[in-house]
């Protein structure tokens, strides 16, 4: 209300105002490689390498099939990552969001492991190189504690042993639903929840802050559900939230441990999307641990808990 | 640090030692110098013995205090605009002479009159500008109306925020490190219509001084810059007024005695009027409109020649509203919303002169800043009625008391001392919502915080003394202690202003200024918007701190021309920026959790020529400087541009008076283009997949750096003419003014858009183009 109206009025204020295109006089504007991987202990090495656009380029975003891509696991050459055609794979993906092919590197010579460092150095004749490292997080050692069914919600307490230093964390719930197809199957169908669905007044999840229901705060939402251990550090941590579980016959509670540089990227991320809009805010830079480039190369490494029917 | 202090204190020392024993068999002449036309009493004339090249100033109240050893003297009474007086004065007893100069309407080429004067050479303060009020309204004005804040701006060392602002950003300190005081009072929104006009209406002031440096012990709670505005203070002998008949605003003053030479008043007051000249464009179910008002009263009462008291008040409010109401068959609707905000200042104040050599200032101030939104929505029809409510309302109020002395113990040594106790109340945003249905119980909700309360005092003691003919200074300490939420938080602050006359028209400089500011200011913009929230430092947010050292020298050897430069650098500390991405829109609620803390730096280059005196007037400025902040927790840690770093600042101010019939104003302003964060490039997320974003675009814009792009230089040319005409019973004056004469399109907001052709551009968004205005003025 305060804001449409002060926006209201400043716009008044405004209508004499005019509008011109200018020339950009800004630094040499060239294009850059973005690095975007996320590794899992576990799984394969996936990698996406697209080239950056500048504002005055008005297609869509390139993705890079002919770099020399090389993988170094705790200091030590590997190998150098062959790129494959994107569309082989996904033959129906929409191909609007990709300027011709696509392509992604991939390294499946042996999963992720824990605890290894993993740096991919990246040349193209037409870039400047890049590079970036990640340590993969060890599996969170946490436990569901207790579980109560109160006016249509499950409350839950998952308990968290945290190691000694700096760890981050992210909580994602999977929830299944019996439902009726419009030919009237029934069927079961199973979704990671959106944060609407977690309620919780638990500080960790507030970016440790006590929320006060009644209090004003202008503050992004916690998208991503993520929570560090700055409350709790090297302790066992009794975390407790809520799903609506009226109709939730089975739920995936998931505890993903984080590297901070993942835990930062999402952190941005959420708060960029939540401040695009405004018209006063200072815009948000997406954390990017790429060294010559932009991107992310992140790692984490899930705990999953699952629930039979709970009922 | 501490040896600063140190030797501050012990310099205080010996000088007042040494004083009273220089003071045996002298005599004081003493008392006030006053513009004879009007009572108004004059800051800063000389009273000067010129046989020996000793002599004083009047202080803010007109009081001067001159001690010489017997003897007989011829003084020289002198103010610019004003004949000089001449007294001869057998001085065998300390004295007591109040002297009216009168104004000189035979010296043609003296036109700057009315103001205070300059007297950089002579004086051991530095970064110190006066203007006169009739300069300023001498020079064109925006939308005809003449404004202090932006006659500043034309300054050195003093920079606009964006297009139209009326906010000042000194030396690269923010729009929050500025103490801007009326008649005293610290006035903590001095902004209307969103920082494009200011709030001082020129019909009620005196006088204006900033300070950029330098800073006198007397001064202190902001780190950048210090705007002492003082109101006239009343016609002692005859009533006297004016009206002023604008395109948006009207004004009117009168001014004079209830009791001649005991008792007398100011009153002036304006208002905008867009909303009542657009109403009748307006449907009768629907009214939209914004105006603002000024007023300005004073009293004051002479008791006797030693015991004056005065009385000033300031109210203005800024009001913008929306009214619809609907009815149709037995139903009815009707949305109402409002904003308003303002401040009311009131200052009581008693001088009283102990002795010739004493004078007291004791003052009483109290000062409110509010901002109010109410927005109530009904609806009726045959069956029900119902109602919604949302009121929200912040601001800050101060109670404040003060003692000052000004004390001339020795010839050559003015003492300043005094202390200060304020008593703030912040009013965080409180939100009320109350919804009320026929059928059912009212439901009301608050959200926000609980006022906070804080103490400052302060106390402080400045010598301005005269080591040798050539050598003066100013030194002084200044302390002060803040207490709240059961924390205390406390500073010792050295100042020290120092001159030496090289020639006698060369004078060198240097000053050096420690400041703490316990009051911080949540503002998401540049342009002074009326939701800038005024916060106390608390146990987690500390005080703001700088130190800012001034390296300067004064040219005085072309008639009627003044040529100065200064250097500065500034450090500060304890700033506090918001994080990446927060924004803020009145509420204080957890303000802590959105801000970081951090450092800055500025330093800078400022040169001035100056002409006061003159058919042709005025002064050209430019300013080289850099200024920075870094915080950890943004931009990566790594240093950026503020973003009103400006590296280069110039204007050119020129009026002329051609006869009593016609003078004419220009300024031409020239500034870098503001720093602002722009998106560079556009760059691929993490496939949505890998974190649930599937809502959004897979794409994002990235940019390198905070403050990272240019936008394109500001320059801009104003051009003003007054026609006078004496008539039977006063002067009528009109007044011509064009903003942006060559309609230079000036950027206040860049976008990356598209063009007609579908291609990807930058684009700009322009605030005004060339804007005529013309007023109509007269006065009795």
């Known amino acids: 209300m305060l804001r449409n109206t002060l926006l209201l009025v400043m716009l008044l204020g405004t209508l004499s105002s005019c509008e011109k295109e200018i020339e950009y006089k800004g630094k040499e504007l060239n294009n850059f490689l973005v690095l975007n991987a996320k590794l899992t202990e576990g799984e394969t090495i996936r990698i996406e390498l697209t080239r950056s656009n500048t504002i005055f380029e008005n297609k869509a975003i390139k993705t890079i099939g002919d770099a020399d891509v090389q993988l170094f696991i705790d200091g030590e050459y590997v190998e150098t990552l062959q790129a494959y055609n994107f569309f082989k794979d996904a033959p129906n993906y929409n191909q609007e969001h990709y300027s011709g092919e696509a392509y992604y590197y991939l390294y499946n010579t042996e999963s992720v492991k824990a605890g290894s460092t993993y740096t991919i150095k990246i040349k193209h004749s037409d870039y400047n190189d890049i590079s970036a490292s990640t340590q993969v997080p060890s599996k969170a050692d946490a436990w569901i504690k207790n579980i109560e069914s109160e006016n249509g919600n499950l409350n839950y307490t998952v308990a968290i042993k945290d190691e000694p230093g700096k760890n981050f964390y992210r909580l994602r719930v999977k929830g299944c639903y019996d439902y009726q197809t419009i030919n009237g199957v029934n069927e079961t169908g199973c979704t990671y929840l959106g944060y609407h669905s977690v309620s919780t007044k638990d500080p960790v999840l507030s970016f440790n802050r006590i929320i006060d229901e009644d209090s004003f705060t202008d503050y992004p939402d916690n998208v991503y559900l993520l929570f560090d251990d700055e409350l709790f550090d090297g302790e066992t941590y009794e975390l407790k939230f809520s799903i609506r579980g009226e109709k939730t016959d089975d739920a995936d509670i998931e505890i993903i441990q984080l590297d901070e540089n993942l835990y930062r990227y999402y952190n941005t991320v959420q708060m960029r999307d939540y401040y695009e809009d405004y018209a006063f805010s200072e815009p948000v830079r997406v954390y990017s641990n790429i060294k010559g480039g932009a991107g992310v190369l992140g790692s984490n490494n899930s705990h999953l808990m699952t629930l039979e029917n709970h009922n | 640090m501490n040896k600063a202090i140190r030797l501050t204190l012990l310099l205080l020392c010996l000088t007042l030692y040494y004083g009273p024993l220089q003071a045996q068999n002298k005599y004081t002449i003493s008392g006030y110098v006053s513009d004879g036309g009007t009572g108004e009493k004059l800051i800063n004339a000389n009273v000067y013995e010129p046989a020996d090249y000793r002599g004083s100033a009047t202080n803010l109240y007109g009081f001067y205090s001159l001690t010489l050893p017997a003897g007989t003297y011829q003084i020289i009474y002198s103010y610019v605009g004003f004949k000089s007086q001449v007294k001869t004065i057998e001085l065998n007893a300390d004295i007591q002479l109040n002297v009216a100069l009168e104004y000189d309407s035979a010296i043609e080429e003296v036109t700057v009159l009315g103001g205070a004067v300059n007297n950089k050479l002579k004086d051991s303060q530095m970064s110190k500008e006066i203007l006169s009020v009739s300069t300023i309204k001498r020079l064109p004005a925006f939308m005809g109306e003449a404004d202090i804040m932006k006659t500043l701006q034309l300054m050195p060392g003093v920079q606009s925020g964006s297009e139209g602002s009326s906010g000042l950003y000194v030396r690269g300190g923010g729009p929050d490190q500025n103490l801007i005081l009326l008649d005293g009072v610290p006035v903590y929104n001095a902004n209307h219509l969103f920082g494009f006009f200011s709030v001082f209406n020129t019909d009620a002031v005196k006088n204006v001084s900033l300070y950029k440096g330098g800073f006198p012990a007397r001064f202190g709670g902001r780190l950048s810059s210090v705007i002492d505005v003082r109101m006239k203070e009343g016609n002692e002998k005859k009533i006297h007024g004016g009206a002023q008949l604008g395109l948006i605003s009207s004004r009117f003053f009168i001014e004079g005695p209830i009791k001649k030479d005991k008792t007398a008043f100011h009153l002036s007051a304006r208002r905008t009027y867009i909303d009542l000249l657009a109403r009748p464009f307006m449907s009768t179910e629907e009214t939209t409109g914004y105006f603002f008002y000024d007023i300005n009263a004073k009293l004051n009462h002479k008791f006797s020649d030693r015991s004056r008291l005065y009385l000033s008040v300031y109210t203005g409010r800024d009001k913008a509203y929306n009214e619809y109401d609907d009815e149709w068959e037995a139903n009815s609707s009707s949305y109402n919303d409002y904003m308003y905000w303002g401040n009311l200042t009131t200052a009581l104040r008693w001088n009283y002169m102990f002795s010739n050599k004493l004078f007291m200032n004791a003052t009483v101030t109290y000062s409110d800043y509010n901002f109010n939104v109410d927005s109530h929505y009904k609806e009726n029809d045959q069956t029900d009625s119902n109602a919604f409510i949302y009121e929200y309302s912040s601001g800050i109020m101060d109670w404040s008391a003060k003692v000052e002395f000004d004390w001339y113990p020795t010839p050559g040594h003015e003492l300043k001392f005094g202390a200060n106790y304020t008593y703030h109340t912040f009013k965080p945003g409180v939100e009320t919502t109350k919804e009320t249905d026929s059928t059912a119980d009212d439901i009301i909700k608050t959200f926000g915080g609980n006022n906070t309360y ?159 005196v003159g058919k042709t007037t005025g002064w050209l400025g430019y300013t080289w400087s850099k200024t920075s902040r870094q915080f950890d927790k943004l931009n990566f840690g790594n240093w950026f541009p503020a973003r009103y770093d400006r590296r280069h600042d110039a204007s050119i101010v020129i009026s002329h008076k051609f006869n009593d019939r016609i003078d004419i104003g220009a300024t031409w302003v020239y500034g870098t283009g503001n720093a602002i964060t722009l998106p560079t490039h556009e760059i691929r997320l993490l496939p949505a997949a890998e974190h649930d974003r599937v809502w959004y675009e897979s794409n994002i814009p990235y940019f390198e750096h905070r403050n990272n792009y240019r936008m394109p230089d500001y320059h801009r040319l104003d051009f003003g003419i007054n026609f006078h005409k004496q008539k039977k019973r006063g002067m009528r004056t009109w007044n011509i003014s064009v903003y942006n004469v060559y309609n230079r399109q000036n950027p206040f907001f860049l976008y990356a858009g598209h063009n007609d052709e579908g291609n990807k551009v930058l684009k700009q968004i322009t605030l005004f183009p060339i804007l005529p205005s013309v007023s109509y003025t007269y006065k009795f």
């Open chain 2, 454 to 612: 804080a103490s400052e005092m302060n106390m402080y003691i400045e010598d301005n003394f005269s080591l040798s003919p050539l050598l003066k200074a100013n030194l002084g300490i200044h302390t002060s202690a803040f207490y709240v939420e059961n924390t205390w938080y406390h500073s010792i602050e050295p100042r020290a202003s120092i001159r030496y006359l090289i020639t006698d028209d060369i004078t060198l400089k240097a000053a050096y200024s420690k400041m703490q500011q316990y009051l911080h200011l949540l503002s998401n913009s540049t342009i002074g918007l009326p939701t800038d929230l005024w916060l106390p430092a608390t146990k987690r947010i500390k005080p703001q701190v700088s130190d800012q050292y001034a390296l300067g020298a004064v040219y005085d050897g072309i008639k009627n021309v003044e040529l100065s430069a200064e250097t500065f650098y500034k450090t500060m500390d304890k700033l506090i920026e918001y994080k990446e991405g927060v924004s803020f829109f009145g509420s204080s609620v957890g303000w802590e959790d959105m801000v970081e803390t951090g450092r800055g730096e500025a330093y800078g280059l400022e040169l001035m020529l100056r002409k006061e």
